[in-house]
């Protein structure tokens, strides 16, 4: 099943050009899908959402031609968020969107305690 992390990326990046993270939040897988299905929270960059496949997976494409898959896992304690950014170009890149996801879902996690 999709859910579980691949050995290599889904395409034909580089290694060097992905970006994996993993986060649980608190909360029930569809809480989490239901707050990272918002256009409105990946800012300027956001091109479109590619796939939507309800509380399991989102695939969203940027203007800088990147690509994020995030997947949604039912674990104890509540929803794994797995993401795998493709295609960055630029180390600089990849440490700045690291940053963007990690206070996103840090940001989503601390929304779903309230």
């Given at each position: ?82 993401i795998e ?9 990849a440490k ?19």
């Amino acid at each position: 099943m999709y859910l579980k992390w691949r050995e290599e990326p889904k395409s034909n990046a580089s290694s060097d050009s992905v970006l994996r993270i993993s986060k649980t939040i608190e909360a029930t897988t569809f809480r989490v899908f239901s707050l990272l299905n918002s256009e409105k929270l990946y800012g300027t960059e956001f091109k479109r959402f590619l796939k939507i496949v309800d509380s399991e997976r989102l695939v969203i494409s940027f203007e800088d031609d990147t690509r994020a898959t995030v997947v949604f896992k039912t674990v104890d304690g509540g929803c794994e968020v797995l993401i795998e950014h493709e295609f960055i170009a630029e180390k600089t890149t990849a440490k700045s969107r690291a940053v963007f996801w990690n206070e996103l879902l840090s940001q989503i996690s601390s929304q779903v305690v309230r």
